[in-house]
């Protein structure tokens, strides 16, 4: 296996006196499709806020590619983020910026590249999404499914080493929603990147994963192949994926 991408070792976070994660152990690995599962409010996208360091741990370490995110300098930080693109769950798109623009902002911003190779940029990845026709459009004339699909052609212009998902099918139709799932993965292989997805959605994460994670109660209580997390015999993760009421998880809050 290749040197881990993310590596997260005894990581804690607590806001005041709620502690959101407990001593958590994590690797991603190059090329890999990682699914986080968990609850709504377990801290699945907390994680992704720690690996670009927008939060920072209580305790423990978050490394990129070996290097401790909480110590790095502003430059060196705001260098490691051009390297991740993020996907937000309801796509975080500049309403007063058209589709064209929304893409050609990091990339204006961050780099030197002439309008002529930004344009060439915009028009490759809005294209690998299906979205060409769309370049002059404003945000509130897309459906929802366009505009996520417009926020992932906008996290792939920096051609990201590692792409973050923040429940990438949260608010689709099922339709939709396996667009998406299909884009996920095809976009993915392509560029080889690797990717970090964060749902609920038990049909989009086992279509999507080369590998799951199930985060409970501050801590990864499994971490295997969608094929094992069928088979689990933790009861836990077992009612999760059924999606019964009857287990762990609901006698935890009576």
Request: net charge positive.
């Amino acid at each position: 296996m290749d040197e881990s991408v993310v590596d997260m070792k005894g990581v804690s976070l607590a806001f005041g006196a709620k502690k959101i994660l407990n001593d958590l152990n994590l690797a991603v690995h190059s090329r890999e499709r990682l699914v986080v599962l968990g609850q709504s409010g377990s801290g699945k996208s907390t994680l992704l806020r720690l690996i670009v360091g927008i939060l920072r741990p209580n305790g423990g370490v978050v490394r990129f590619k070996g290097r401790e995110v909480s110590r790095m300098r502003r430059p060196h930080l705001n260098r490691m983020r051009q390297k991740i693109g993020m996907v937000y769950q309801y796509s975080a798109l500049i309403s007063s910026l058209n589709v064209r623009d929304n893409l050609a902002l990091p990339l204006e911003e961050l780099t030197d590249k002439k309008e002529e190779e930004i344009n060439r940029i915009i028009d490759e990845k809005l294209d690998m999404v299906g979205m060409s026709d769309t370049k002059n459009q404003m945000p509130a004339e897309l459906s929802g499914g366009m505009r996520k699909r417009i926020g992932l052609a906008r996290a792939l212009v920096m051609e990201p080493e590692l792409i973050l998902f923040d429940e990438p099918s949260a608010g689709l139709d099922p339709v939709i929603s396996s667009v998406i799932d299909e884009l996920i993965i095809s976009l993915t292989e392509k560029t080889d990147a690797t990717s970090i997805i964060v749902t609920h959605e038990m049909d989009s994460a086992f279509k999507i994963a080369t590998r799951m994670a199930m985060l409970y109660q501050g801590n990864i209580i499994e971490n295997d192949t969608p094929d094992a997390f069928r088979r689990s015999k933790n009861a836990v993760v077992s009612q999760f994926i059924s999606g019964s009421t009857q287990g762990p998880i609901l006698e935890k809050k009576k």
